[in-house]
């Protein structure tokens, strides 16, 4: 199968890991340098990201694609998706992410609760990033009709 795309990010990390720092650029320029930080990740962000942030957002900016993906493939316009990524992190043996919350909150018409139930079961099971957690992160899902 051909390569569809690849996408990079770079990080210099500068000092120890309690006091040092990173600053993280994307390939694509899309958003500004970055900020990372050991104290951000386990503590207060103040400000910086994490990795587990950063993996909520590829998360919830995937999923979201692949509903309306799956919503177009049923001939239904979609007037609005949201979803919440949460990413858990967790001491065991070391650091583990442990979980992912998705929750989709659709509004689209003719769409029932039992619609959204089974988009949210497919969304996952399409997901490319949720293919790349599942088997070493719980994935869980939910999903809200909005009226």
């Not at 993280?24 to 942030?53: Q, Y």
Request: charged content about 20%; proline content about 6%.
């Amino acid at each position: 199968m051909p390569l569809l795309t690849q996408r990079e990010a770079h990080i210099v990390w500068e000092g120890t890991l309690p006091q040092g720092s990173g600053r993280l650029r994307v390939g694509s320029g899309a958003f500004p340098e970055l900020t990372v930080t050991f104290p951000a990740r386990i503590e207060r962000p103040d400000g910086k990201t994490s990795p587990e942030e950063l993996i909520a957002a590829a998360h919830a900016t995937c999923y979201a694609m692949v509903l309306a993906f799956l919503l177009g493939q049923r001939n239904i316009t979609p007037e609005r998706i949201e979803v919440s990524a949460v990413c858990s992190l967790d001491r065991v043996n070391g650091l583990k992410i442990s979980a992912m919350d998705l929750t989709a909150r659709i509004k689209a018409p003719g769409l029932t609760q039992a619609d959204v139930d089974s988009l949210v079961e497919q969304g996952n099971q399409a997901c490319p990033v949720s293919n790349a957690l599942r088997g070493n992160v719980e994935i869980r899902v939910k999903g809200e009709l909005l009226s």
